[in-house]
């Protein structure tokens, strides 16, 4: 019989988890498989640890990690890949937004084959700012990296076990595992589904997260800013240089510029302000673009542990690869 592991990832969720418990357990006789349930409490500062622990103390199969301090949630997904033993992992948010009634829908597509099935969202009850800004997201990464990354599909999804091989292997910090899923290549699948408000408790993914991870999608897998801080270098130095020769002309042709109502000003000091800010400030762009690529740079080289697991119930921790780390 095949085993399917599921991953929850969990952060201040106490509100939420005899929700996530109940409906959870209730679907897992549907899959016709054996499974282990990981939930990774990444440095909550609520009962969440003391909730999980509980969960695990009335069934084993419920499986749990606490980091020393939050480290992120692609961090925490990460983290349970690693110590994932199912022959299909699946990646389930605990707020309930993903349903796990739609669980058995991603198995089901795993088992005729394919190896990465992604959900797909149809709607979703999220604010109408936040809804614009995904779309836009999801369009641009698309057209900016060099593989097809779909649109509208969060981290709700399954992976066999060889994508999560793959996935396990990459030295990477900075995750962006929508990017990674969709990079490693192998059969791919999407099913539509509509995301509900979340079951209870507050959103945890504020925009400034929400924000960071997108910049982490784009920096991770495309080069395409540091083209555009170069177009727009090129930019600013047509406008200067057609800008001189106008000025030049007008001066040389001061009485047919004057016919046509364009007679040279008597001060520049407006145009040179003017212009200064705006070489200025694209200056600033494009080095806070080369300021993203450098830091991550200097945060992959320092080799600093992925995370630090503090405590774990029902999962043997002392198998730790060098890149994390154990206390």
Not at 76 to 86: D, E, K, M, P, R
Not at 275 to 292: A, D, P, R
């Amino acid at each position: 019989m095949s085993k399917i592991s599921v991953i929850v990832p969990c952060y201040n969720e106490e509100d939420v988890l005899p929700k996530l418990f109940e409906r959870l357990g209730a679907v897992t006789g549907t899959w016709n498989a054996d499974y282990e349930i990981i939930c990774v409490d990444d440095g909550s500062r609520d009962r969440t640890w003391e909730l999980l622990k509980a969960q695990n103390q009335k069934d084993p199969r419920w499986r749990c990690l606490s980091f020393a301090r939050n480290f992120g949630h692609q961090t925490a997904v990460s983290a349970g890949l690693f110590y994932a033993t199912g022959d299909a992992v699946v990646i389930i948010d605990a707020d309930l937004q993903d349903p796990p009634e739609q669980v058995f829908k991603l198995i089901e597509k795993w088992r005729e084959g394919y190896q990465v099935v992604y959900a797909v969202r149809t709607k979703r009850d999220d604010e109408m700012v936040k809804q614009v800004l995904a779309w836009g997201f999801y369009r641009i990464l698309s057209k900016a990296v060099p593989f097809n990354v779909p649109a509208d599909a969060g981290d709700f999804c399954l992976l066999d076990r060889r994508v999560v091989e793959v996935l396990n292997a990459l030295p990477e910090r900075n995750r962006y595992l929508r990017g990674l899923r969709a990079w490693s290549g192998f059969r791919q699948i999407g099913i539509e589904f509509e995301r509900h408000a979340r079951a209870a408790g507050t959103p945890q993914y504020t925009f400034k997260k929400s924000f960071r991870l997108a910049m982490d999608g784009v920096f991770s897998f495309s080069t395409v800013p540091l083209r555009v801080a170069t177009y727009l270098g090129l930019i600013v130095s047509l406008a200067a240089f057609l800008g001189a020769l106008f000025t030049l002309c007008q001066k040389i042709f001061a009485e047919q510029f004057a016919k046509i109502g364009l007679t040279p000003g008597p001060h520049g000091i407006p145009t040179l302000v003017i212009s200064t800010l705006f070489l200025g400030g694209v200056q600033l762009i494009c080095l806070g673009i080369l300021g993203e690529y450098i830091g991550r740079i200097y945060d992959e080289v320092k080799g600093r542990p992925h995370w630090i697991i503090q405590d774990a119930a029902g999962l043997d921790t002392k198998t730790v690869p060098e890149q994390h780390a154990k206390w």
